[in-house]
């Protein structure tokens, strides 16, 4: 089965929250035009996208990889796994993972892609797929996160906090301080200390494949539990 794109802007933003490639740099002309008239997003919100925007589409391939790489696979505290923001090392991270898998199956999302099922562009893709009203409640069950990663992003002068601030946006979802506070409880990663790093990476192996007593709940059934307080798992530098 073949699914239908519905939302060309969670499309959009699931592709500039990829891993750089000359197939994106390519592409963002169009990417840019779909994000520009997004009437859902404020004028504001698509002037602030438009630095990253510029930079996709102009900055040296190599220079975008690098700076893709220190901030999204270097930081714990900005990974695009979702799951780690909620689950960190628990084992429930496995078991939310098979219900995600098994939401995708049923119907009939197959990502073609060796990221885990919980990673943020691939959530973002399958929910363009899906009626808005559905992708927009995923999208707010998650909002605190949105904040916590653009808060984190705009400390580091990154033009990809403009991402998570509109995303923020989409969901409808009104501030949590209180589940904001509690994710910048804990301290940044430091992309430079890799010894620390590879200390914090250290973790279970997490199976997520087929499990004949997962059922396929609603994305948003899973996604609910981010609204719970943040498991302390330890961290790098954390």
């Known amino acids: 089965m073949t699914l239908q794109l519905q939302d060309r ?3 959009a933003l699931s592709l ?3 891993y750089p490639t000359r197939e994106l740099q390519a592409a963002m002309p169009e990417i840019a035009g779909t994000l520009m ?5 404020t004028a504001a919100a698509r002037r602030d996208l438009s630095p990253l925007l510029e930079e996709l589409a102009q900055r040296d391939i190599y220079e975008l990889e690098e700076q ?4 999204f696979d270097r930081s714990r505290t ?7 923001h909620v689950h960190g090392e628990s084992r429930d991270r496995g078991g939310a993972m098979v219900s995600l898998v098994e939401t995708y199956r049923a119907a009939g999302f197959d990502p073609a892609t060796p990221e885990l099922p919980d990673h943020l562009p691939v959530l973002l893709e399958f929910l363009a797929t899906q009626p808005f ?6 999208l707010a069950d998650a909002a605190h996160i949105f904040e916590a990663l653009a808060t984190r992003l705009d400390r580091r002068e990154s033009p990809y906090g403009a991402v998570f601030a509109a ?3 989409l969901s409808g979802a009104r501030a949590n301080d209180e589940a904001l506070a509690e994710l910048l409880e804990q301290p940044d990663d430091d992309p430079e200390d890799l010894e620390a790093l590879d200390e914090v990476w250290e973790e279970s192996e997490v199976r997520f494949g087929p499990d004949p007593n997962a059922g ?5 059934d899973m996604l609910s539990k981010m609204d719970m307080p943040v498991r302390n798992a330890p961290h790098a530098a954390e």
């Open 133 to 138: 009203v559905e992708a927009r409640e995923t």
């Open 16 to 18: 500039i929250l990829s």
């Open 68 to 71: 893709f790489v220190m901030l």
């Open 78 to 84: 900005l990974s695009l796994n979702l799951f780690e």
């Open 167 to 169: 995303l923020f946006q």
């Open 216 to 220: 396929c709940p609603q994305v948003r």
């Open 37 to 41: 008239a997004e009437s859902r997003l």
């Open 9 to 11: 802007t969670l499309k």
